[in-house]
């Protein structure tokens, strides 16, 4: 369909994903690249890249930074899917019902998606986590919870703009039931933004994960990269590697993931070329 | 010598597009106090034309060849600057969509006033004087200047345009298809105007139109595109009347007639029986206080088998309304849908599903009607299947139903948007008659097609009728198009049935007022 | 009266979701492990059941849940957002003590954004594909990847450590004591680097809204027609397109001032800036849960009277909004 073609096309598009199929590469080979655990002391505190054959350096316990990166990866690339996938399930089958019925069911999410759009969601997503004492799962029940909702305005929106499409209208004159309207001609067209909009998603999921354990309110029993950016705080002004090298490791995976979303989304909608 | 002079003018498109050239070698004499007209249909070039004449072609299209004389200048020639100056002062064009072509947020009287300050040094006052002088002429005279666009009619934003546009005493105005949009009644009234005005300031006037109703009328002389080049041009008379191109009898004799053709139908055997009819519709949720609008207000009527009855009315005349309310895309509030024995008003869609299959539907827009994701064959086929018919059969009996609307069968593997709109609309004929209805409602089908492939999906239609002995509901808000093609005829207006009765009584004799104004709107009805 | 009506509403509709987000407090509290009396008793070391139970009838925790819901929504709507576990005092008057530096620090942040933002945005909406667009572009991009907590760290290193230009932290000079004009200038100075900080993700946000916004309207007919009456391009700019591409932005800042209170947390604590950020996390530091929720309640409030604010200047920036 020239999709494919489309999106390969466009040289951040692939760059983005090559980015981040490395760091998935990374991320679930880093058992089998690494002999020991992130947790694990590899020798003194402090010492730059390249000392010691570490090729990261060091952090304030003396861990191995190249080590803690890669499993890093892991948990950021772990709660970043799996909120959005959460997010997005959830989303859609509100987002679905709510644009295709309408009624009070629609007036009721209008109301929910408003009330999470204007209350602070990242002050709210600390009291959860806090609350449910932080741990991989309340994260990512946290994030789902607080980003549902803008993943089902946006499939109302398409299910709303759609219902009224007139081969919608045809659909219903030709006898198709609800579920087979849906299935068949609704969603096959929602699906584009939909994608679109779970990139972007898993992107800003992992900036909250990494957020949330830089404040300390991440798993204590797994290292991430904001956890890591978090424990370099006093060591910052003497170690820059210890700060800057988690950092950007979260851009880049971001950005890879952002490009890819702004590739998607050209490559599916290629009236919007600007 | 002419007011404008147009000579071997090449427009040229940004690669990508469909065809390299927008217009090639187009010359053409405006003369002064002339009214000239430009016809085609869409991608003529004949818009593009006019907007070289005014130095306003998007980005990526470019006057690559050619010269356009103003009063003697070469405007494609000119500075940028000298052109600007021109623009509003000399010329000034009007455009065809009036709520798309005035800025939302700005006053109608600040818009008026802002031009005349562009070229005159005027204070806001002065100029507003000035603005509040001309909408008055335009019939405007009891709007405030403080009104927004979206509190006028369609005809009134209209009126504001040629105001602003004449603010100036241009020596030539621009219109292009300014009435496209609007409705028929307002349509002749706006003419109407621009023919006054182009009287009284003995002004020329350039109007690009597609139809040979409104070339009729106004123009002086015209000119015929057709894919950037001039077919044929001359003295509206003489081309009318002997038309020596091809594709000008064609665009001629594709304008439906104004007489009727049918003879009604003695013994309608009736299918479909309407009786008090009414539709409401509140807008707002729970807190608004918007009053209700009654889209359709006890409205009665029969349609029989073999027939063809048009329901013509304006917009908001509550015809979509009605079309939608007997297919039950819309829940009628009261009255009863009566498909012979069964009232099907108020029926719950469980019950109404199988009966779907007796009454079906061809939709207005081309572009939405057909799923873009889904290829015509499984399209054509969906509607069986979801009737419990065998696929293979279904596949079987769609390349037959391509056949009768004059498709070939390797149309089923392809997506919609490969298609033009003329063939999109028989596609939908197909889908639709795929389930051997008894019923078929034509929603303004071809309201959004060109005219010579309207007449061509026009006489598809009757064809179809005839041989598979439908009764069709024709909604349309063109009287020409119900004269070609219905037997029968019900007036709307305001959710209201105004008048009805045969095609030809209504034409020849119409009782009520409002059919008499729809009647006397129509372009183009004395002179063809 | 129209406009009355429809600020009546609005304002209708910020009080509800006040309530609802008071509720939302209430039942959070019920979430957290143990309760008010545990948590109590643990920090003051006594664990008996006497000591507890004492302490809960103190504290109210042993009535029936809607009494407990009712007296609470009363206490609210009064101020009282109950006491601080560890600080002991009044939560309400702690948050109020920080709150000025919070709101100085978001509208600086704000106003940078919106200005920057519109201007870097129309600019490049100007020139689509030149160069200076794709690098807005390009800009912008880096921007929404970015943590904002280690954008901050690094502002930090390197314009506080490596050039020594501003100071790294806190909101004044400490020990210095200035007065009057001085202190202003030395708030100022502060204020620079964490305003920046939290300014960036939403800067790159609004350019890139008015960037698509501009090009989406440039594309009108009215856009058109202004031209055709002959107005400057500076006129047509300025009065059609702009004016035009404005109005979705003003909903925009409405929807951001949420983000930007999360994102006001993060720096604040960055920068050790005396805010209501760093407050939020003491709270969840000290597991001082009504303080945390206190912060919660008057976040929500603030936003959405926010909200309220942007809502009536959409009404007046477009006309076509209907009212009442």
Redesign the interface.
């Given at each position: 369909m020239g999709f494919t073609r489309r999106f390969l096309c466009r040289p951040t598009a692939m760059f983005g994903l090559a980015v981040f199929l490395f760091i998935v590469a990374i991320a679930l080979g880093a058992p089998l690249l690494f002999s020991r655990g992130p947790f694990s002391i590899v020798g003194m505190p402090l010492l730059p890249p390249g000392a010691s054959g570490l090729l990261a350096g060091s952090d304030v316990l003396g861990r191995d930074m190249a080590v803690g990166l890669a499993y890093g990866a892991r948990i950021s690339l772990l709660v970043g899917i799996a909120s959005t996938v959460c997010a997005a399930g959830i989303g859609v089958l509100m987002g679905a019902v709510a644009g295709y019925y309408g009624g009070w069911v629609d007036?009721l999410l209008m109301r929910v998606t408003?009330?999470f759009?204007?209350?602070?969601?990242?002050?709210?997503?600390?009291?959860?986590v806090?609350?449910?004492?932080p741990s991989l799962a309340s994260t990512v029940i946290g994030i789902t919870l607080v980003t549902w909702p803008q993943v089902a305005r946006v499939v109302r929106g398409e299910f709303l703009s759609l219902r009224a499409?007139?081969?919608v209208?045809?659909?219903?004159?030709?006898?198709?039931?609800d579920a087979?309207i849906i299935a068949?001609?609704i969603l096959?067209?929602a699906l584009p933004p939909i994608v679109v909009i779970s990139s972007m998603i898993v992107?800003n999921a992992i900036?909250t994960e990494?957020?949330l354990s830089?404040?300390?309110?991440g798993d204590p029993n797994l290292l991430s990269w904001?956890s890591m950016?978090g424990g370099s705080?006093s060591a910052?002004?003497v170690a820059?590697w210890t700060?800057?090298l988690?950092?950007a490791c979260?851009?880049?995976t971001?950005?890879a993931l952002?490009?890819i979303g702004?590739g998607l989304n050209d490559a599916l909608n290629p009236r919007a070329r600007? | 010598m002419p007011l404008v002079s147009i000579q071997n003018l090449t427009v040229s498109l940004p690669s990508g597009a469909d065809r390299a050239l927008a217009t090639e070698g187009v010359s053409l004499d405006i003369g002064r106090k002339e009214i000239v007209c430009i016809v085609g249909e869409s991608g003529s070039g004949k818009s593009i034309t006019a907007h070289a004449i005014m130095g306003l072609l998007p980005r990526g299209v470019a006057a690559t060849g050619g010269n356009i004389f103003f009063d003697g200048v070469d405007l494609l020639r000119q500075p940028a600057d000298a052109m600007r100056r021109r623009r509003g002062r000399d010329i000034a064009m009007i455009f065809q969509d009036p709520m798309a072509a005035l800025n939302p947020v700005l006053a109608i009287g600040k818009q008026v006033s802002e031009q005349i300050r562009a070229h005159q040094r005027v204070s806001e006052t002065q100029a507003l004087k000035q603005a509040a002088r001309l909408l008055g002429e335009m019939g405007l005279g009891e709007i405030s200047l403080k009104a927004y666009p979206h509190q006028l009619s369609g005809g009134q934003r209209q009126r504001v345009m040629i105001a602003m546009a004449l603010s100036l005493s241009p020596r030539l105005l621009i219109a292009d298809e300014p009435t496209t949009a609007l409705d028929v009644t307002t349509q002749a009234q706006i003419l109407k105007l621009i023919k006054h005005i182009q009287t009284m300031r003995e002004m020329s006037v350039l109007l690009i139109t597609h139809d040979f109703g409104v070339v009729a009328d106004m123009a002086d002389s015209v000119a015929v595109m057709r894919h950037g080049k001039i077919v044929e041009s001359g003295a509206t008379a003489q081309v009318l009347g002997n038309p020596s191109h091809a594709y000008t009898r064609a665009l001629i004799a594709a304008v439906p007639r104004g007489a009727s053709q049918l003879p009604p139908v003695s013994q309608i055997r009736p299918v479909i029986q309407v009786k008090n009819l009414t539709k409401r519709f509140r807008r707002g949720?729970?807190f608004s206080s918007t009053p209700t609008t009654t889209a359709l207000d006890d409205v009665s009527l029969t349609l029989g088998r073999g027939e063809t009855l048009g329901v013509v009315g304006e917009s908001g005349s509550g015809k979509s309304t009605l079309a939608r309310c007997i297919?039950r895309?819309l829940d009628p509030d009261a009255g009863e849908v009566r498909l012979e024995d069964v009232d099907i008003a108020h029926m719950r869609s469980a019950a109404l599903?199988?009966l779907?299959?007796r009454?079906?539907?061809v939709?207005?827009?081309p572009f939405?009607?057909?799923?873009?994701?889904?290829t015509v064959g499984d399209?054509l086929i969906?509607?069986p299947r979801?009737?419990g018919e065998d696929v293979r059969e279904a596949r079987r009996r769609a390349a037959d139903m391509l056949d009768l609307v004059g498709l070939s069968p390797q149309v089923l593997q392809r997506l919609p948007h490969e298609f033009s709109g003329g063939q999109r609309q028989r596609i939908?004929l197909a889908?639709?008659l795929m389930?051997r209805p008894e019923v078929l409602i034509a929603d303004e089908p071809v309201s959004a097609l060109d005219v010579t492939v309207q007449a061509q999906v026009l006489k598809l239609l009757d064809d179809v009728r005839r041989q598979m002995n439908l009764a069709m509901l024709f909604i349309t808000h063109d009287m020409r198009v119900a004269a070609q093609i219905c037997h029968r005829v019900v007036v709307m207006r305001h959710g209201r049935i105004v008048e009805q009765g045969s095609t030809r009584d209504i034409f020849a004799a119409p009782a009520s007022d409002y059919t008499k104004a729809l009647l006397a709107a129509i372009p183009g009805r004395q002179a063809l | 009266m129209n406009r009355l009506s429809y600020i009546g509403a609005r304002l209708v509709k910020t009080v509800l979701?006040t309530i609802?987000?008071v509720l939302l407090s209430f039942f959070?509290i019920r979430?957290?492990?143990g309760d008010a009396a545990t948590v109590m008793a643990g920090q003051s070391g006594y664990a008996d059941e006497a000591f507890m139970k004492s302490l809960r009838i103190e504290y109210g925790l042993d009535q029936p849940l809607p009494v407990q819901l009712w007296k609470y929504v009363k206490a609210v709507a009064q101020g009282d957002l109950g006491t601080s576990y560890v600080r002991r005092q009044p939560v309400a008057a702690v948050i109020l003590e920080r709150l000025p530096n919070t709101l100085l620090l978001d509208a600086f942040a704000l106003l940078l954004a919106a200005g920057g933002g519109i201007w870097l945005g129309s600019v490049a909406a100007r020139r689509?594909?030149s160069a200076g667009d794709n690098a807005v572009t390009v800009l912008s991009?880096?921007f929404?990847?970015?943590?904002?907590?280690?954008?901050g760290?690094?502002m930090?290193?390197v314009f506080a450590?490596w050039l020594a230009w501003l100071p790294p932290f806190g909101i004044e000079t400490m020990g210095a004591d200035y007065t009057g004009l001085a202190r202003l200038g030395d708030v100022a100075q502060h204020l620079i680097l964490p305003g920046v900080t939290l300014a960036l993700y939403f800067l790159a946000s609004y350019a890139r809204l008015t960037r698509a916004a501009m090009?989406e309207v440039a594309d009108q007919d009215f856009v058109k027609t202004a031209r055709a009456k002959g107005l400057s391009e500076r006129q047509v700019a300025r009065r059609h397109i702009l004016r035009n591409a404005l109005i979705p932005l003003v909903t925009f800042a409405g929807?951001q001032a949420?983000?930007l209170?999360?994102?006001s947390?993060?720096v604040e604590?960055v920068f050790s800036w005396p805010g209501i950020g760093t407050l939020?996390?003491e709270a969840?530091?000290g597991?001082d849960?009504p303080l945390?929720?206190g912060?919660?309640i008057v976040?929500?409030i603030l936003?959405?009277l926010f909200?309220l604010i942007t809502d009536i200047a959409y009404s007046i920036a477009d006309p076509r909004v209907e009212l009442g």
């Amino acid at each position: 369909m020239g999709f494919t073609r489309r999106f390969l096309c466009r040289p951040t598009a692939m760059f983005g994903l090559a980015v981040f199929l490395f760091i998935v590469a990374i991320a679930l080979g880093a058992p089998l690249l690494f002999s020991r655990g992130p947790f694990s002391i590899v020798g003194m505190p402090l010492l730059p890249p390249g000392a010691s054959g570490l090729l990261a350096g060091s952090d304030v316990l003396g861990r191995d930074m190249a080590v803690g990166l890669a499993y890093g990866a892991r948990i950021s690339l772990l709660v970043g899917i799996a909120s959005t996938v959460c997010a997005a399930g959830i989303g859609v089958l509100m987002g679905a019902v709510a644009g295709y019925y309408g009624g009070w069911v629609d007036d009721l999410l209008m109301r929910v998606t408003e009330f999470f759009q204007i209350i602070p969601s990242f002050v709210l997503l600390m009291v959860l986590v806090a609350f449910l004492q932080p741990s991989l799962a309340s994260t990512v029940i946290g994030i789902t919870l607080v980003t549902w909702p803008q993943v089902a305005r946006v499939v109302r929106g398409e299910f709303l703009s759609l219902r009224a499409r007139e081969f919608v209208q045809a659909a219903r004159v030709l006898g198709m039931g609800d579920a087979a309207i849906i299935a068949t001609q609704i969603l096959p067209n929602a699906l584009p933004p939909i994608v679109v909009i779970s990139s972007m998603i898993v992107g800003n999921a992992i900036l909250t994960e990494s957020a949330l354990s830089f404040l300390g309110l991440g798993d204590p029993n797994l290292l991430s990269w904001g956890s890591m950016i978090g424990g370099s705080r006093s060591a910052m002004w003497v170690a820059w590697w210890t700060t800057v090298l988690p950092g950007a490791c979260i851009m880049i995976t971001v950005l890879a993931l952002n490009f890819i979303g702004d590739g998607l989304n050209d490559a599916l909608n290629p009236r919007a070329r600007r | 010598m002419p007011l404008v002079s147009i000579q071997n003018l090449t427009v040229s498109l940004p690669s990508g597009a469909d065809r390299a050239l927008a217009t090639e070698g187009v010359s053409l004499d405006i003369g002064r106090k002339e009214i000239v007209c430009i016809v085609g249909e869409s991608g003529s070039g004949k818009s593009i034309t006019a907007h070289a004449i005014m130095g306003l072609l998007p980005r990526g299209v470019a006057a690559t060849g050619g010269n356009i004389f103003f009063d003697g200048v070469d405007l494609l020639r000119q500075p940028a600057d000298a052109m600007r100056r021109r623009r509003g002062r000399d010329i000034a064009m009007i455009f065809q969509d009036p709520m798309a072509a005035l800025n939302p947020v700005l006053a109608i009287g600040k818009q008026v006033s802002e031009q005349i300050r562009a070229h005159q040094r005027v204070s806001e006052t002065q100029a507003l004087k000035q603005a509040a002088r001309l909408l008055g002429e335009m019939g405007l005279g009891e709007i405030s200047l403080k009104a927004y666009p979206h509190q006028l009619s369609g005809g009134q934003r209209q009126r504001v345009m040629i105001a602003m546009a004449l603010s100036l005493s241009p020596r030539l105005l621009i219109a292009d298809e300014p009435t496209t949009a609007l409705d028929v009644t307002t349509q002749a009234q706006i003419l109407k105007l621009i023919k006054h005005i182009q009287t009284m300031r003995e002004m020329s006037v350039l109007l690009i139109t597609h139809d040979f109703g409104v070339v009729a009328d106004m123009a002086d002389s015209v000119a015929v595109m057709r894919h950037g080049k001039i077919v044929e041009s001359g003295a509206t008379a003489q081309v009318l009347g002997n038309p020596s191109h091809a594709y000008t009898r064609a665009l001629i004799a594709a304008v439906p007639r104004g007489a009727s053709q049918l003879p009604p139908v003695s013994q309608i055997r009736p299918v479909i029986q309407v009786k008090n009819l009414t539709k409401r519709f509140r807008r707002g949720g729970l807190f608004s206080s918007t009053p209700t609008t009654t889209a359709l207000d006890d409205v009665s009527l029969t349609l029989g088998r073999g027939e063809t009855l048009g329901v013509v009315g304006e917009s908001g005349s509550g015809k979509s309304t009605l079309a939608r309310c007997i297919i039950r895309l819309l829940d009628p509030d009261a009255g009863e849908v009566r498909l012979e024995d069964v009232d099907i008003a108020h029926m719950r869609s469980a019950a109404l599903r199988p009966l779907r299959r007796r009454i079906q539907m061809v939709f207005q827009d081309p572009f939405s009607s057909l799923n873009p994701r889904q290829t015509v064959g499984d399209s054509l086929i969906a509607g069986p299947r979801a009737h419990g018919e065998d696929v293979r059969e279904a596949r079987r009996r769609a390349a037959d139903m391509l056949d009768l609307v004059g498709l070939s069968p390797q149309v089923l593997q392809r997506l919609p948007h490969e298609f033009s709109g003329g063939q999109r609309q028989r596609i939908g004929l197909a889908r639709a008659l795929m389930l051997r209805p008894e019923v078929l409602i034509a929603d303004e089908p071809v309201s959004a097609l060109d005219v010579t492939v309207q007449a061509q999906v026009l006489k598809l239609l009757d064809d179809v009728r005839r041989q598979m002995n439908l009764a069709m509901l024709f909604i349309t808000h063109d009287m020409r198009v119900a004269a070609q093609i219905c037997h029968r005829v019900v007036v709307m207006r305001h959710g209201r049935i105004v008048e009805q009765g045969s095609t030809r009584d209504i034409f020849a004799a119409p009782a009520s007022d409002y059919t008499k104004a729809l009647l006397a709107a129509i372009p183009g009805r004395q002179a063809l | 009266m129209n406009r009355l009506s429809y600020i009546g509403a609005r304002l209708v509709k910020t009080v509800l979701i006040t309530i609802a987000v008071v509720l939302l407090s209430f039942f959070l509290i019920r979430l957290a492990p143990g309760d008010a009396a545990t948590v109590m008793a643990g920090q003051s070391g006594y664990a008996d059941e006497a000591f507890m139970k004492s302490l809960r009838i103190e504290y109210g925790l042993d009535q029936p849940l809607p009494v407990q819901l009712w007296k609470y929504v009363k206490a609210v709507a009064q101020g009282d957002l109950g006491t601080s576990y560890v600080r002991r005092q009044p939560v309400a008057a702690v948050i109020l003590e920080r709150l000025p530096n919070t709101l100085l620090l978001d509208a600086f942040a704000l106003l940078l954004a919106a200005g920057g933002g519109i201007w870097l945005g129309s600019v490049a909406a100007r020139r689509p594909g030149s160069a200076g667009d794709n690098a807005v572009t390009v800009l912008s991009m880096l921007f929404y990847a970015v943590p904002q907590f280690w954008l901050g760290m690094m502002m930090v290193l390197v314009f506080a450590v490596w050039l020594a230009w501003l100071p790294p932290f806190g909101i004044e000079t400490m020990g210095a004591d200035y007065t009057g004009l001085a202190r202003l200038g030395d708030v100022a100075q502060h204020l620079i680097l964490p305003g920046v900080t939290l300014a960036l993700y939403f800067l790159a946000s609004y350019a890139r809204l008015t960037r698509a916004a501009m090009i989406e309207v440039a594309d009108q007919d009215f856009v058109k027609t202004a031209r055709a009456k002959g107005l400057s391009e500076r006129q047509v700019a300025r009065r059609h397109i702009l004016r035009n591409a404005l109005i979705p932005l003003v909903t925009f800042a409405g929807l951001q001032a949420s983000i930007l209170v999360g994102g006001s947390v993060l720096v604040e604590n960055v920068f050790s800036w005396p805010g209501i950020g760093t407050l939020a996390f003491e709270a969840v530091q000290g597991r001082d849960n009504p303080l945390l929720l206190g912060i919660f309640i008057v976040t929500a409030i603030l936003v959405s009277l926010f909200n309220l604010i942007t809502d009536i200047a959409y009404s007046i920036a477009d006309p076509r909004v209907e009212l009442g």
